[in-house]
Nanobody, 122 residues
Framework: QVQVVESGGGLVQAGGSLRLSCVAS????????MGWFRQAPGKEREFVSA????????YYADSVKDRFTISRDNAKKSIYLQMNSLKSEDTAVYYC???????????????WGQGTQVTVSS
């Protein structure tokens, strides 16, 4: 099993920045890639960004490209999401997830965190 725990959410004004962190524990050797997702009230969960554990290849949703940056620290078994130029529509619960395989740009991840709230005030 793998456990993932997110942190770093909060309240920020539009145009501001936040950095989310996610640390994995347990059988982390089985992780192929990790990603960030978000779910706004009344909406379905959506893909935000992902990164492969070994090569560091990155993937982004069009809505966050050029504003968000995903990164990893293999030694710390952690990934990060630097969010800049935040908009009110970025308000959501952000989830970190890990996958043993499959497609990074999908919802088919094996392990999920509890989520962290990001609120962007306009």
């Amino acid at each position: 099993q793998v456990q993932v725990v997110e942190s770093g959410g909060g309240l920020v004004q539009a145009g501001g920045s936040l950095r989310l962190s996610c640390v994995a524990s347990g059988r982390t050797f089985s992780i192929y890639f990790m990603g960030w997702f978000r779910q706004a009230p009344g909406k379905e969960r959506e893909f935000v960004s992902a990164i492969t554990w070994n090569s560091g290849s990155t993937y982004y949703a069009d809505s966050v490209k050029d504003r968000f940056t995903i990164s990893r620290d293999n030694a710390k078994k952690s990934i990060y999401l630097q969010m800049n130029s935040l908009k009110s529509e970025d308000t959501a619960v952000y989830y970190c997830a890990a996958a043993r395989g499959g497609r990074p740009v999908s919802l088919d991840y094996d392990y999920w965190g509890q989520g962290t709230q990001v609120t962007v005030s306009s």
